[in-house]
Nanobody, 121 residues
């Protein structure tokens, strides 16, 4: 069964750091783009950062210079290093991956279960 498993959320004070991890497992032919999204209470889910298989990255303006996305293709894992955290970063963070799977090698979007990040002021 193909799945994304996240870890690393928690409670941190403003100015602190957290590192999120997300590992894809199962019968996967190829892991394509990966990314992190977040959803705060009462708000829509938004893209935080994304990274292509080749390592090209894209960030939301609100996290540029503070967050760093990276990946280890040998482990099918994506990371989000979050520094200088602010209370407005509080949200549930979701991992997303575009996975090529199956006999016909179709691409599908998979989501992790979400991990809570809470930043206190």
């Amino acid at each position: 069964q193909v799945q994304l498993v996240e870890s690393g959320g928690g409670l941190v004070r403003a100015g602190g750091s957290l590192r999120l991890s997300c590992a894809a497992s199962g019968y996967i032919f190829r892991v394509n783009a990966m990314g992190w999204y977040r959803q705060a209470p009462g708000k829509e889910r938004e893209l935080v950062a994304s990274i292509t298989q080749g390592g090209s990255t894209n960030y939301a303006d609100s996290v540029k210079g503070r967050f760093t996305i990276s990946r280890d293709n040998t482990k099918n894992t994506v990371y989000l290093q979050m520094n200088s955290l602010k209370p407005e970063d509080t949200a549930v963070y979701y991992c997303n991956a575009q996975l090529t799977i199956g006999f016909y090698q179709n691409e599908y979007a998979y989501w992790g279960q979400g991990t809570q990040v809470t930043v206190s002021s």
